[in-house]
């Protein structure tokens, strides 16, 4: 950049961008009850799953619950419905068969439909029929923190107390606010915003957030185009978004929160001209400065700007006058930005170049301690580590290891490199070297049995299951977790090997579960409910001595509608060597439409 560019760079307009989200609280809440197809993705691959074993009727992609049938054609929600009201009163199923209905939702991930669309709409402009309202508890009364669109159309406003709102509007879903959870969005939003947008970028308030686009616009092709991403962006996250940009911070918050469109520019200088028509609260006055504004009639900032400063100072405050002086530019506001907190790095630029193990070694040593000293400050732990050789000729080679659990161990760090230092080609040989801290978490003091008191020392395998997933690679270390689905196959998801899962089910499952059900032959079994007597599996016979079953599983139809007919009944069983297998049948050995009566085998117990 020439030193003409950088001077006019230097003193180019301020340009800040207000960006405002009015229905920040309610519509997280909303995002998060969204219906999903699938559970949320676990930090490890899921385990296979088979929905389709042979020519199993099971349609892949489904899931079983006891109490639910599996459709045939997409229309077998109706049919039903119409076969059970053609029944006599006498003879009609109740609700507990036949289950409550719910409806296909759209893929929360999927690009909204255009707004010509018939029956779709985005996520921002739904109306929701029943009024949902946010609850916050001040002393021992309950006042409206929130409220939707539809709610704000019935007078419910934020301030009103609990029990006036159902005084007026009887049917309305009250919920619990969760100030930290928005605050959470907010700060998340602002840290995109800091490594994406803009390098200064601060939270506005508790719904909105400050951008200053000064010598950055044109990096995402002007404001205009900005201003429609900022506003897309938020929308695909089903937040409803202004923005406006203005030369303050002060017009550019009235704007976005008062102005008539979505989407605001205003060029430098016409500041005044824009925020003119705008009511004083524009101003983020305080109450008491808004009710004196009305009691004096002035109902347009355009109507303080007339008047002299002594008399507005006297009947609005000094507070009221700095925030127009804000707004207009005559006073200063600076916005104090976020700072993201920078990677830990270290780095060792060595006299010689090193080409040997040992001296390698010798380096990564120096660098862990040097790194355990920075992260000792902040109060931090190692996860993840990434070590970068610079050779003579240029290229980099890279070394990344990881933990189970935040630690600061250099001997522990030091161990692990030593696993993998074989990677790592010198070639001429290294003269740089850097270590950067990719992953951390907050690690403090520890409490540990102790001779002293008797407890019992439990043994730390952290370290253990460090050096194993060094030797043999992190995917192939893990544990299992449960799921809430009664599928066997998707009952069950991997997890990192230090975790706890809680909440398995009661119910007996087999230690081995196969890949892919296994079709059996030669099976003779007494329908509808009597366990096999014989089976043939992978060419083996086996002759059942003891049984246990059915457990009936069906489908999940509440995630399809093709999953409301077929059944599976499992059984446990014992052969005359003392193997235990677990078994199924496709159907429940009465009506032909839950299934073709095969068996299969499934797992194997101990």
Excluded: N
């Amino acid at each position: 950049m020439g030193r003409a560019s950088l001077s006019k760079w230097r003193h180019a307009m301020p340009r800040v961008a207000s960006l405002y989200l009015p229905h920040l609280a309610i519509e997280r809440l909303r995002r998060l009850e969204r219906p999903r197809a699938l559970p949320d993705a676990p930090a490890l691959p899921l385990l296979p799953v088979d929905d389709d074993p042979g020519t199993c009727s099971v349609p892949r992609g489904g899931g079983w619950r006891p109490g639910a049938r599996w459709a045939r054609a997409e229309d077998a929600r109706a049919v039903i419905a119409d076969e059970a009201m053609a029944l006599p009163l006498h003879q009609r199923p109740t609700m507990r068969e036949l289950g409550r209905r719910s409806e296909a939702a759209d893929h929360p991930f999927k690009r909204p439909s255009p707004s010509g669309a018939v029956g779709k709409s985005s996520p921002s402009s739904l109306v929701h029929t029943v009024p949902l309202v946010l609850a916050a508890t001040i002393g021992q009364r309950q006042i409206i923190a929130a409220a939707c669109p539809a709610a704000l159309t019935l007078g419910l406003s934020p301030g009103m107390a609990v029990t006036q709102a159902r005084a007026l509007v009887s049917d309305i879903d009250v919920r619990p606010a969760d100030p930290a959870a928005d605050a959470a969005v907010l700060d998340g939003l602002t840290m995109h915003a800091v490594r994406h947008w803009t390098p200064t970028a601060a939270p506005s308030g508790e719904d909105g957030l400050w951008l200053d686009l000064t010598g950055a616009a044109h990096l995402h092709g002007g404001e205009a185009r900005f201003c429609a991403r900022l506003v897309r962006f938020c929308q695909r996250f089903g937040y409803t978004a202004r923005v406006a940009v203005a030369g303050t911070p002060g017009a550019a918050h009235a704007l976005a929160r008062y102005g008539p469109h979505v989407v605001t520019s205003v060029p430098g200088g016409g500041e005044a001209q824009a925020i003119g028509a705008l009511p004083p609260a524009a101003l983020r006055l305080t109450p008491d400065a808004i009710t004196a504004s009305q009691r004096f009639g002035l109902d347009r900032i355009a109507d303080l700007l007339s008047l002299p400063r002594g008399p507005l100072a006297r009947r609005l405050g000094l507070a009221s006058v700095r925030r127009l002086d804000e707004a207009l530019g005559r006073v200063a506001e600076p916005i104090v930005p976020v700072v993201p907190e920078e990677t830990p790095v270290v780095l060792r630029q060595l006299l010689e170049p090193i080409g040997t193990a040992e001296a390698i070694a010798q380096v990564i040593g120096d660098l862990l301690a040097d790194m355990m000293l920075v992260l000792q400050g902040r109060g931090f732990g190692v996860r993840g580590l990434l070590l970068v050789a610079e050779r003579l000729d240029g290229s980099e080679q890279r070394l990344a290891i990881g933990t189970a659990r935040a630690t600061r161990d250099v001997a522990h760090l030091a161990r692990l490199f030593q696993l993998r230092i074989e990677h790592i080609d010198p070639g001429d040989g290294i003269e740089t070297m850097r270590l950067a801290a990719t992953r951390t978490d907050p690690l403090g003091a520890t409490v540990v049995a102790g001779d002293l008191t008797g407890e019992e020392v439990v043994p730390d395998v952290a370290t253990l299951v460090d050096q194993i997933a060094g030797r043999v690679g992190e995917a192939a270390l893990f544990t299992t977790a449960p799921v809430e689905s009664d599928v066997p196959e998707r009952a069950v998801r991997r997890a990192p090997p230090l975790a706890a899962p809680a909440g398995w089910p009661s119910w007996k499952r087999p230690v081995r579960l196969l890949l892919r059900p296994e079709m059996l032959t030669g099976v003779i079994a007494l329908l509808p409910d009597a366990p096999p007597r014989r089976f043939t599996w992978r060419g083996s016979v086996h002759s059942v001595v003891a049984g246990d079953g059915p457990e009936r599983i069906h489908g999940e139809w509440w995630l399809r509608d093709g999953e409301v007919w077929a059944v599976r009944d499992y059984f446990r069983v014992e052969d005359e060597s003392g193997a235990r297998f677990w078994l199924f049948r496709r159907g429940d050995g009465v009506d032909a439409a839950t299934g073709d009566l095969s068996w299969y085998l499934h797992g194997l117990f101990g």
